[in-house]
């Protein structure tokens, strides 16, 4: 899968617009189809999230940031627009990503101090995001076909397994665990081309509205810096009209006109 990270996928960009699954036998056993399944019965529409970022130094010092989060569906393709509301040195930073099912995602950064547009490319893309624990490539979604995925065991409550991304993925292999109950990515462990642990992302607070579980509060933490960053949904609304979305939002000419 591209979708580097299918919990942080569904994070940012189906944290709060999620619709219910359908179809996925408790007994089903090929990972790719309870990965895409997870992705795919979550799809967001039009929605517009706010969201407070902690991050927690080694000696437990915190950092708060809050963002918007805004996301258009335009048939397959996801468009999201992020925008940093506080603190002064960060307000104003946004960011687009243009999400296609079947190429890399395209990634727009505006950075206020730069008064102008950087695209998120190459060795950037395994880059901090906002000096946080996240990368800029955990926070594609789509699935692609260059990973290889293997079911590596289940019980009653969840299924394990391993992703191998592409060869220009910063991580060597991924480790997700998909509860049953309503098959939601509930962790995700992160390894180094090397094999060793590197980062774990973890679902410590959910929230369920007409049944379905969305992710209310989600911690990576970094096994090798000592670091940990918080993601707290604070306010949601969703089935938004595309009006409130215009596609010059998901624009680098939107961004600098907007700093």
Do not use: C
């Amino acid at each position: 899968m591209r979708l580097r990270s299918p919990l942080l996928g569904l994070l940012f960009a189906a944290l709060l617009g999620l619709g219910p699954l359908v179809g996925l036998a408790q007994a089903a056993t090929d990972p790719r189809e309870i990965l895409e399944r997870a992705e795919q019965g979550r799809k967001v529409d039009n929605s517009v999230q706010r969201v407070r970022m902690v991050l927690v130094s080694r000696a437990g010092a915190e950092r708060v940031r809050e963002f918007e989060l805004k996301v258009r569906r335009d048939g397959a393709v996801l468009k999201s627009y992020t925008r940093f509301l506080s603190p002064a040195d960060v307000a104003g930073t946004q960011l687009v990503v243009v999400d296609h099912p079947d190429t890399r995602d395209e990634q727009l950064m505006f950075m206020p101090a730069l008064k102008r547009t950087t695209r998120v490319a190459g060795k950037a893309r395994g880059g901090s995001f906002m000096g946080s624990d996240f990368a800029f490539e955990d926070l594609e979604v789509s699935a692609a076909k260059d990973a290889t995925h293997s079911l590596v065991s289940e019980d009653s409550v969840v299924w394990v397994i391993d992703t191998v991304p592409s060869p220009d993925s910063t991580y060597g292999r991924l480790r997700t665990t998909v509860r049953k109950s309503d098959t939601l990515p509930v962790r995700v462990d992160y390894f180094d081309k090397a094999g060793k642990p590197l980062k774990s992302l973890e679902v410590t607070a959910v929230t369920v509205t007409d049944g379905v579980s969305f992710p209310k509060v989600s911690v990576m933490t970094h096994h090798v810096a000592g670091t940990k960053t918080r993601l707290e949904v604070l306010d949601s609304r969703k089935d938004l009209p595309a009006s409130e979305l215009p596609d010059e939002l998901f624009t680098a000419s939107w961004m600098e006109r907007h700093p």
